[in-house]
């Protein structure tokens, strides 16, 4: 469901992308509402957090997956698209939550901070704004919506939901955790070959920041 400020808050969280392959563009609209609003609110998180990855499309997921049964080079260990991660009112949410689902959008988002802030301060102000780690060993992974659906926290019509339902992380969650994992050391390879290319042609490569 989306909301009237969406598109603008998608424009506005652009600004906050570590190295350019975020799509940020995915992320549903709570999660998009809930970390705009968790930016707007804090110039720390502004000066010094950074979204790392947001997630893929299904094809993108289609192709690491692939790779991986077929043991090509370059390729770890990716979830499967079609595993079934959970259902909820007749929705399916499947492969992963960093995959797009099929209402097109991605339910989380990966941050990193680059050791300047520590993460028990980013989680505070976070969870001011409805954004929650969800995945155990995962401080940089965060959602607004899970499997029960969503996470206590502020709504974009000025809502507020209580949700006194103990959150345990799921096992699909960890497996999901190791699957970015993986999939943020593939980026990191497919990264470091672009440098050392432009290196040999003599142009110096892109900042990360
Ligand atoms: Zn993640």
Known sequence: MTYPDYQADLKYLELFRDDGDEAVHLLEPLLAFRLSRAYR?????????????????????????????????????????????????????????????????????????????????????????????????????????????????????????????QMTPEMEERFDGLATWVFNGTTMILKRIEELSMQLEGTPPKGDD
């Open 41 to 165: 609110a804090s110039r720390r998180l502004r000066d010094q957090l950074r979204i790392e990855s947001a997630g893929r499309t299904r094809d993108a997921q289609v192709y690491l997956y692939e790779g991986y049964k077929e043991k090509r080079a370059g390729f770890n260990m990716a979830a499967n698209p079609d595993r079934i991660i959970g259902t909820r009112g007749g929705f399916t949410f499947r492969g992963s939550w960093h995959m797009a689902q099929e209402d097109g959008y991605v339910y989380a988002v990966d941050l990193t901070h680059h050791g300047r802030l520590d993460w028990g301060d980013v989680h505070d102000r976070l969870r001011a704004s409805g954004l929650h780690e969800t995945v155990k060993g995962e401080p940089w992974h965060h959602q607004a919506t899970t499997i029960r659906g969503p996470l206590p926290g502020p709504f974009p019509d000025g809502t507020t939901e209580e949700d006194d339902e």
